[in-house]
């Protein structure tokens, strides 16, 4: 389920802006220190208010981690499969109608 954030987040990566999150888990709100993904350039982030991007690139240890974790590098797969063409803004908001569809 696709939710809007209370506060835009830009990567810190790309620059692009995000007003909306989506969670496995469903329902819930970012807090500080939950991981960020971006959804157009791939790379991750940590969700911290005291950035004013409110989200800021992972230390060389979040790194780290997140490069070992099986599920984060399927989610890399899988975003390299969905945006093969690029994640421009018309394949973001593409993938962002099926979900509605998807989920009612
Ligand atoms: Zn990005």
Request: net charge negative; glycine share 8%; with cysteine.
């Amino acid at each position: 389920m696709i939710e809007s954030l209370e506060k835009k987040t830009r990567c810190w990566n790309c620059g692009k802006e995000s007003d909306r999150v989506a969670s496995p888990t469903g329902g819930a709100s970012p807090k500080d220190g939950d991981v960020s993904f971006c959804i157009y350039c791939s790379e991750f982030a940590i969700f911290d208010s005291s950035f004013v991007d409110g989200a800021r690139k992972p230390s060389p240890i979040e790194k780290d981690i997140l490069d070992r974790d099986p599920t984060v590098q399927r989610l890399k797969r899988l975003w390299a499969i969905r945006f093969s063409d690029g994640a421009s803004e018309d394949a973001v908001e593409e993938w962002r109608s099926e979900g509605k569809g998807r989920d009612g």
